[in-house]
């Protein structure tokens, strides 16, 4: 039996052979751009920091940097005065009200000096026998510039303040505030162990401890003997933060003695000045 050949259908037609279309200019693939000189062979940690340094600063960042440190410093100011004020501000009120009371009471000092000098000159300038006041004053004056000056032994009213160290802590600097504290409230004379304190003291520390004034080596327990009002020279000393506190915190013991009578008997020579002269001559 022989294999029929089916009918073709007669509307069926050829379709074209496929032509391949050409790619598009969006479509064709990108070829990577060549590498930028020296960049060959750069790991990923380099490449970041080729990218950050050097920096690249701008106008606005300059103005922002500059802003920030201004407000640092402005905040590290009130930090420092916060920081000084600390003592006062945590004191108590009784505290608060003996400084001040303090404060008056050399403020009244001072008007008492001003008020004394000016009756000497009403007394110069009225005086019938002015040569005679004015050799009274002369004297007067002289022996108070003795007192002042260390030439001349002084008593009075005052108090008297002893410091132990027995561990060797207390260094010049801490004795020379105690110092300061005491002429500020007044004292007219102080003398430590057997040395009379001047307008010209200094004080430095001594090799093996202890502590040199002018020259001379004293050591603990540190004697001051201090002529002035006692109300006034105590309370500087004991004020939130001051001479007796610092002391402690070195564990240092501190008394501090009210008495009528200091006597200062340390003298020191009259030392004639090499070049100053009066200019009254």
Same mark, same amino acid.
């Given at each position: *039996?022989?294999?029929?050949?089916?009918? &073709?259908?007669?509307?069926?037609?050829?379709?074209?052979?496929?032509?391949?279309? &050409?790619?598009?200019?969006?479509e064709t693939p990108e070829t990577p751009a060549p590498p930028a000189p020296g960049a060959q062979g750069l790991t990923g940690r380099q490449r970041l920091v080729k990218g950050l340094w050097p920096p690249r600063v701008t106008r606005p960042q300059l103005i922002v940097a500059l802003l920030l440190f201004v407000l640092g410093l402005g905040l590290a100011i009130q930090v420092r005065s916060n920081n000084d004020?600390?003592?006062?501000?945590?004191?108590?009120?009784? $505290?608060?009200v003996r400084i001040l009371d303090e404060l008056d009471d050399r403020t009244q000092r001072l008007e008492e000096e001003k008020r004394s000098l000016e009756e000497q000159r009403t007394g110069l300038e009225n005086s019938s026998d002015q040569a005679e006041e004015a050799r009274k004053q002369t004297v007067e004056r002289?022996?108070?510039?003795?007192?002042?000056?260390?030439?001349?032994?002084?008593?009075?009213?005052?108090?008297?303040?002893?410091?132990?160290?027995?561990?060797?802590?207390? &260094?010049? $600097? *801490?004795?020379l505030d105690a110092i300061q504290e005491l002429r500020a409230a007044g004292a007219e004379a102080i003398q430590i162990n057997d040395v009379r304190v001047v307008a010209s003291t200094h004080l430095s520390d001594a090799d093996?401890?202890?502590?040199?004034? $002018?020259?001379?080596?004293?050591?603990?327990?540190?004697?001051?003997?201090?002529?002035?009002?006692?109300?006034?020279?105590e309370p500087a000393l004991n004020i939130p933060g001051g001479v007796v506190q610092t002391l402690e915190k070195e564990q240092a013991t501190v008394t501090v003695t009210r008495s009528e009578k200091i006597v200062v008997s340390a003298l020191r020579p009259a030392k004639r000045p090499d070049y100053a002269r009066s200019s009254s001559q």
């Open positions: *039996m022989s294999a029929e050949k089916k009918p &073709e259908h007669r509307h069926r037609k050829e379709l074209p052979a496929e032509v391949p279309s &050409e790619p598009k200019a969006s004020s600390s003592a006062l501000r945590g004191a108590r009120q009784e $505290d608060l002289e022996r108070q510039l003795g007192i002042l000056a260390g030439t001349v032994a002084a008593q009075g009213p005052g108090i008297t303040l002893a410091i132990e160290d027995k561990k060797g802590a207390i &260094e010049a $600097d *801490m004795l093996g401890g202890g502590v040199r004034v $002018d020259g001379r080596k004293v050591g603990e327990p540190y004697l001051f003997k201090v002529i002035g009002k006692p109300q006034d020279l």
